[in-house]
């Protein structure tokens, strides 16, 4: 059996205990990110967070040795459905052009801070053919 690779969170970014991404084998399982910039604040606006989350996204990917085309699997968390539509928007330059991820969107109650409008997780393969 493969060991299990942990990434850390960025340097000076207070995080819950848990790894931003784990890989075991040719799977990456990216833990579900934030809106928040590199001091660990989150941003103000749904637009802005979207854009930190897939910076952050990015980040894990870059350090695992993946892109946005290995990705496939992302969930998407929002707390107001009003945002679906900017999302999709978003999302679909941020994560395309298609074939995009297999995706699953959820409008939820809350995430851990009030502030949070949005939080993405998503499982890439790593292999490398």
């Known amino acids: 059996m493969p060991p299990i690779q942990h990434f850390a969170p960025p340097a000076g970014v207070k995080a819950p205990p848990l790894s931003f991404a784990t890989r075991t084998g040719d799977l990456l399982f990216v833990s579900g990110i934030p809106g928040f910039d590199d001091k660990g604040a989150l941003a103000d606006g ?10 952050n996204i990015k980040r894990v990917l870059d350090e695992a040795g993946a892109t946005f085309r290995d990705l496939v699997k992302v969930n998407v968390l929002l707390t107001r459905a009003s945002d679906v539509a900017t999302m999709n928007v978003l999302y679909a330059s941020a994560f395309g052009p298609a074939p995009y991820p297999a995706r699953t969107t959820c409008v939820v109650q809350a995430l851990p801070d009030p502030k949070m409008l949005i939080e993405i997780e998503a499982v890439a393969s790593v292999a490398k053919v």
């Open 46 to 55: 749904f637009e802005a967070q979207f854009g930190f989350v897939v910076a």
